[in-house]
């Protein structure tokens, strides 16, 4: 069965410090790949998508940036962070035609 | 672009009551239909999906939903609900078959059960 990870859990990082979220995917070949931020009573909002290795499209512009250096992690970064940057980070993944499944997800606070 | 729509921010209910999470989305066209629940500082799950065929759809817990193709509605239904399905729930949307890489989410609706 696929099995989608996100690391880490929790993360507490100083303004302007860098950033760096993995999620990797098991049990399926060729995903798509998705970051979302929930923002504190807030809905879904879609960053980046890819739909192969080095393949990324961005939603928003902004100073977060997400690579895919195998073909099932997705990595998001950030060379310096904001306030406006915590949130909740959601990795997902989905296969043509498919629903989309989630990552437990990261509790991102800048401080 | 598609856009969805959940009108309820918040619906309380008490337990055992019968209840509907609203739903519409803005294009006619086919399209894939979902519903996630979300429980707190947790990750979406799934509850059901509309890809064709029926019209009514059944989830897990206890959970349908109905597609109506004329009103562009995919409405959230459980007849008796408990404690335990207090959780945030999100209407999403794909492009079908021709447009399968993005999802659009509604802004979600808490669902607040009552003892």
């Known amino acids: 069965s696929q099995t989608i990870h996100q690391w880490p859990a929790t993360l507490v990082q100083p303004v302007g410090s860098p950033l760096s979220l993995e999620c990797t995917v098991e049990g399926t070949s060729n995903p798509n790949l998705y970051w979302y931020r929930q923002a504190a009573g807030r809905g879904l909002q879609l960053l980046f998508y890819?739909?192969?290795?080095?393949?990324i499209s961005s939603e928003v512009p902004q100073n977060l940036s997400a690579s895919r250096p195998q073909d099932r992690q997705f990595i998001l970064s950030s060379k310096k962070l904001l306030l406006s940057d915590s949130g909740f980070y959601l990795c997902a993944w989905s296969v043509l035609g498919g629903e989309q499944y989630f990552g437990p997800g990261t509790r991102l606070t800048v401080t | 672009a598609q856009s969805v729509t959940q009108l309820d921010s918040q619906v309380p209910v008490f337990e055992e009551a019968p209840v509907e999470l609203r739903c519409n989305y803005s294009s006619s066209v086919s399209v894939y239909l979902f519903w996630y629940v979300q429980y707190p500082n947790q990750g979406l799950q799934l509850l059901l999906k509309?890809?064709?065929?029926?019209?009514l759809v059944k989830g897990i817990n206890g959970f349908e939903a109905e597609f109506n193709k004329s009103q562009t509605s995919f409405h959230l239904r459980k007849p008796s609900v408990h404690i335990s399905d207090t959780a945030e729930y999100f209407c999403?949307?794909?492009?079908?078959?021709?447009?399968?890489?993005?999802?659009?989410f509604g802004s979600g609706t808490k669902l607040n059960v009552k003892p």
């Open positions: 509309y890809l064709s065929g029926s019209t």
């Open positions: 999403a949307v794909s492009g079908g078959p021709y447009n399968f890489n993005k999802f659009y």
């Open positions: 890819s739909v192969g290795i080095g393949q």
